[in-house]
């Protein structure tokens, strides 16, 4: 078995235990397994991705520690839209999308009527069709994931 994955297992059993976050001293789970500290962060940076479900916090200051916290079931659900989506989408898939996730009340109703307004095809008439279905896509999927940030 690879070393990275190996530390991506042992931070997964971590989650194993019930908790929706896990704190990392980098060090000392590198020592443990016989790694450099940098091969931790190689594994936390590409394993552990907002994409994936996950949001990671580094705090400073007295050994330190990395913080990789497990989004929601909300929060998954959101996240499998985002990576659905593709390179592209038209407003009408996009308006979609949006009344779904509404409906399904995985986002408010205030939020779902901004993102709307963003996805407009209005917003994109100067631009070619699909130039502008490739900027809604990009911008869509920075919306939720700001909104489950």
Known sequence: MKMSDLIADMIMDMFDKGESTVQIQRNDLANRLGCVPSQ????ITSRFTPE???RIESRRGGGGCILITRANTKD???MALINSIGA???ERTARAHLYNLNYQKLID???ARLMTT???DSNYKELPKETADIIRAKLLKQ???AYID
């Open 40 to 43: 931790i962060n190689y594994v």
């Open 52 to 54: 994936a479900g996950y």
């Open 76 to 78: 998954n659900a959101i």
């Open 88 to 90: 592209s989408i038209d």
């Open 109 to 111: 109703d205030r939020s």
């Open 118 to 120: 963003a996805v407009h």
């Open 143 to 145: 919306m939720l994931l």
